[in-house]
């Protein structure tokens, strides 16, 4: 595959995978992620991040409980996996990494 | 405005139709749950707008990516192998539930699978004739056609320099090779005379055009000099004492050639039309057959075959070929005269008229043959399928719980299908066992072990099986997989498929008509052609066949008058006579005469005879005189026919009589004029007739004995032979049954149309008999109420045969004309056919009616004389 490439809305997928724990599946990925950054995104979207980063072996799934609101159908319930915590972790320092780069004055906009 | 709170119809089902199995309940329980989600913040209204669009976003590669990659192992599997065993339990369950329905599928698809099986390794083997020659694809035949008076002469035989001249002179042959073929011969090993079959005389090129396995000897040379011969490791066990002693022995090779044996080969397979037990040096010839020399006049026995050069075509090859018959045949016959180049593989089924080494087995016969096979197959599966649908009504219920506790009509059809599988299964084990008893029947009709069953070596075989299996399986399972499955549960539960007009029962009306209407063909074909036969049998020959016994006789001609005269003292033996030909000895000379000087004016027959034959034969002498005993001029003075004085343009035979023709170049006088009879087998056509007084023509001997004289005369016969005749082997024949052979044609055609007539109508009648037994309790109610109204038995039977019985009779009156026909096309071949008389329409129909009577019959008197309170109880 793409190796270790992280895309921008395949890491807040996959953040949110973590954050869910152990309830994270199609729709509460998708409700996490409007909730928590207040942008619409769409089922199939969530859907194919999360098809993407299990054939990347960051997350690994089990088909789990079936409960009436969604017509008695099984879940896809993900949860995330050691590479995928590696991964997170490594994208997490590189941005700690490159913060660090940022020359201080840099952030002083407009006082010069 | 109420709006709809689910969402739209059209996207569930756009999703199922394009979305992986394996995929399909999460996203749709994600679609669902997010659905109602959305309903609740926004409306139904958008949530149906997020709905379909999600669908159409759903539709992308990883989605169907994804699906692919879980397999049954990270899937929770369907439990398939636990269903398809339920299927077959329930199969088998339902077989043994109802043995009579069982015993009729398994028994008439056994049947027709037999007939299929037997057909198909009979065409297998038919067709793989000499093609096992690493050359077949490049081996040619030239073949000779002769253009005269009558038409187009075809012969399979040639010239006998033919293969020389063309070694020498065409180019783009990889090798040329001749040959002699020897039918039958005798040969003497030590003090022990034999007789043998097919010997081949060959020169050294044959091994470069076909393919053989050698034991001992060398190859190379083997053909080089005269009076050597290679033999195969049968003969050599069979005559020579075993294939280590038999190099370099000797034996005498028709009182003509001494052979030495300087090699052995492996018996040829039975594939070929050349089995050869010998094979003869070509140098040892000219001693055998003298006339064969540098002779571009005569035609025997002689063939030529040829290797082509890849990538060349014939028409290379027969111009070259047109060339040599100008360069080598006299101006006459060269105009008259082509050469024809056939592909060895069309030598044995596909060769036209042109005659092979042994015997052919036209293509369009064993068509025939499949298509009777395949018919028998396909009355079997109508059974099935009759029987099947005639069924469904107590199976309705069975479909109904399968449906309610969740079964898919795919799932049905399956099972129904997984039924028809089983029955099949059996049947084809059943078939292969039932399809040795033809494989023997034919094995011994022809005299030699062909068909070997042997179907671990012949993939073909098994792949015909695998194919056949599941064939029949669509054929006979598919109608009844899709009725049965078709009943909505809820009227199958309660019973409400009614029994008045079950579903189905129009096609069964058909098709009962349909499995007649085949039988009654057949047979009308089979009594047609017998009908041919014996009309042909019973034309008049003018003398009392049976009480004649004939024997060929040797080639000298020293003995054989003193043999005759010794015959002719004896006192049972109230006639002998020499000749050839003679009243259907079984071969006619064939030559041209004409008016004098005129030659090839129209073709006629040449019997020799002496001064017997009249009297011998019954011939009545019209005018002239008959052979005298010492005539001076023999070979001049000829006895004809009507048909040839009239063909000579002579009204009376009186004044035939003196009159000079020309018959093969030479003049001869009219001496006599004998009535005309037939003079072929399998003619209606008289041909002029001549017969001849030339003792060195003579090949036969015959004698009229009166029957109960028979062991004692042919006793005295081989006694007396011995003594004259110490070279040869003593034959005989008994002439009856040497012109029924004449009739093999037709004997052989009704010895294949018989079975297959009798296993149509025979399967035909198992159907009937299961869709009776059906009919009859399903009505138990209705001929219970009957009687205690007061039926008669005989109405009940009535009312259950009359149906079956006007069946047929719609069947006969298509299968008539289609049989009457198919007869007429059947015998084509033949000059004088019969028209079939209308006894022939009304026997078949007698016939058809009386067999299936006989079958429902008993079924019907059973449920007729049933105690109606029985019937009526259970209500």
Avoid at chain 2, 617 to 637: I, T, Y
């Amino acid at each position: 595959m793409k190796g270790n490439h992280l895309g921008e809305f395949e890491e807040l997928v996959l953040l949110m995978v973590g954050v869910l724990f152990d309830n994270a599946y199609g729709v509460t990925v998708t409700e996490e992620i409007e909730k928590q950054t207040e942008r619409a995104v769409s089922l199939s979207a969530v859907h194919t991040a999360l098809y993407r980063l299990e054939e990347k072996g960051f997350i690994k799934s089990a088909l789990g409980g079936a409960t009436q609101e969604r017509g008695g159908r099984r879940k896809r319930m993900y949860t995330i996996t050691a590479a995928g915590k590696a991964t997170l972790n490594e994208v997490r320092l590189m941005r700690n990494r490159l913060w660090d780069l940022i020359p201080h004055t840099s952030f002083n906009f407009g006082q010069s | 405005m109420k709006e709809k709170q689910h969402p739209p119809r059209w996207a569930e089902k756009l999703l199922h139709w394009y979305c992986p199995v394996m995929v399909l309940e999460e996203i749709e329980g994600d679609l669902l749950e997010n659905f109602y989600r959305t309903a609740e913040t926004a409306g139904f209204a958008q949530a149906r707008r997020d709905y379909v669009y999600e669908v159409l976003r759903f539709c992308n590669p990883v989605t169907f990516r994804k699906a692919r990659t879980y397999s049954f192992s990270t899937y929770p599997p369907l439990n398939h192998s636990a269903m398809l065993r339920n299927f077959f339990l329930t199969a088998f369950r339902n077989l043994s539930k109802n043995k009579t329905y069982a015993a009729i599928n398994v028994l008439g698809l056994a049947l027709g699978i037999a007939c299929c099986v037997a057909i198909f390794v009979l065409v297998r083997f038919e067709t793989s004739f000499d093609d096992y020659h690493s050359k077949a694809e490049q081996v040619y035949r030239v073949n000779l056609n002769q253009q005269n008076a009558d038409g187009m002469q075809l012969n399979g035989y040639n010239f006998y320099p033919l293969g020389e001249a063309m070694r020498a002179e065409v180019s783009g042959l990889e090798a040329v090779t001749s040959m002699h073929h020897n039918w039958s011969f005798q040969f003497k090993v030590g003090e022990q005379l034999y007789e043998g079959e097919h010997a081949f005389f060959v020169d050294s090129a044959y091994f470069d055009v076909f393919d053989g396995q050698w034991l001992a000897g060398n190859p190379d040379n083997a053909f080089d000099q005269p009076n050597t011969v290679v033999v195969t490791d049968q003969f050599a066990e069979k005559y020579l004492g075993g294939v280590d002693k038999a190099m370099d022995t000797t034996f005498l090779f028709d009182n003509k050639l001494t052979l030495k044996v300087n090699g052995i080969l492996e018996a040829p397979p039975y594939n070929t039309d050349m089995p050869y037990s010998m094979l003869i040096s070509y140098p040892s010839l000219p001693a055998y057959v003298p006339e064969s020399v540098d002779n571009w006049e005569w035609v025997g026995w002689g063939a030529t075959f040829f290797v082509l050069d890849q990538g060349l075509n014939t028409e290379q090859i027969d111009q070259q070929l047109d060339k040599m018959i100008h360069k080598y045949l006299p101006e006459e016959t060269a105009k008259n005269t082509s050469f024809h180049l056939m592909h060895l593989g069309n030598n044995h089924d596909k060769n036209g008229n042109y005659n092979s080494f042994t015997y052919d087995f036209p293509l369009p016969l064993m068509i025939i043959l499949s298509v009777m096979a395949g018919m028998i197959a396909f009355i079997a599966c109508i059974n099935f399928i009759n029987l099947a649908t005639a069924q469904s009504l107590t199976r309705a219920r069975e479909v109904g719980i399968r449906k309610t506790m969740g079964s898919s009509r795919f799932q049905l059809i399956l099972q129904y299908m997984s039924e028809a599988f089983v029955i099949t299964c059996i049947a084809v084990i059943a078939g292969l066992a039932l399809a040795k008893i033809p494989m023997r029947i034919m094995n011994a009709d022809a005299r030699r072990d062909y068909l070997n069953f042997d179907f671990f070596q012949q993939p073909s075989i098994l792949l015909f099986l695998i194919g056949i299996v599941l064939l029949i399986t669509l054929l006979a399972g598919f109608y009844p997989a899709f009725v049965l499955s078709g009943f909505v549960p809820v009227k199958a539960l309660k019973g409400k498929i009614s029994t008045g007009k079950p579903k189905g029962l129009n096609l069964r009306r058909g098709l009962v008509i349909t499995q007649f209407f085949g039988a009654q063909i057949l047979i009308l074909i089979t009594v047609i052609v017998i009908q041919q036969l014996n009309d042909l049998k019973e034309r008049p020959l003018g003398f009392d066949a049976e009480a004649i016994i004939f024997s060929y006789i040797p080639d000298t001609t020293t003995n054989i008058k003193a043999f005759k005269q010794q015959l002719a003292q004896n006192s049972n033996i109230q006639n002998v006579t020499l000749g050839w030909g003679g009243a259907s000895l079984n071969a006619q000379g064939i030559t041209f005469y004409g008016d004098a000087g005129e030659d090839f004016k129209t073709q006629g027959v040449v019997h020799y005879g002496d001064e017997q034959y009249v009297q011998f034969f019954e011939r009545e002498l019209l005018a002239g005189s008959n052979f005298s005993e010492d005539q001076n001029n023999p070979l001049d003075e000829v006895i004809v026919n009507q048909s040839l004085i009239k063909a000579l343009g002579i009204e009376k035979p009186e004044e035939a009589i003196g009159n000079v023709f020309t018959m093969d170049g030479k003049e001869v006088l009219v001496r006599g004029v004998i009535q005309d009879f037939y003079t072929q087998a399998l003619s209606s056509k008289i041909d002029p007739l001549v017969v001849q007084y030339d003792p060195s023509k003579f090949k036969a001997v015959a004698v009229q004995v009166a029957p109960q004289h028979f062991a004692e005369t042919i006793q005295l016969m081989e006694g007396m032979w011995e003594r004259y005749f110490p070279e040869y082997l003593y034959n005989y024949q008994f002439l009856d049954e040497a012109l029924d052979r004449q009739y093999s044609f037709l004997n052989n055609m009704i010895g294949l149309l018989e079975p297959f007539a009798f296993l149509a109508i025979f399967i035909g009648c198992m159907g009937l008999y299961g869709l009776i037994s059906f009919m009859a309790v399903q009505r138990t109610k209705e001929v219970g109420i009957r009687k205690v109204l007061g039926a008669s038995i005989s109405q009940i039977i009535v009312m259950f045969t009359k149906e079956s019985l006007l069946l047929i009779v719609i069947a006969f009156v298509i299968a008539a004309p289609a049989g009457y026909y198919m007869g007429q096309i059947f015998l084509m071949e033949l000059p004088e056919r019969i028209d079939p008389t209308v006894s022939i329409f009304i026997l078949t129909l007698m016939a058809s009616l009386t067999i299936a009577l006989l079958t429902i019959y008993y079924r019907s008197f059973r449920a007729a004389i049933a105690n109606p309170a029985d019937a009526l109880r259970y209500e």
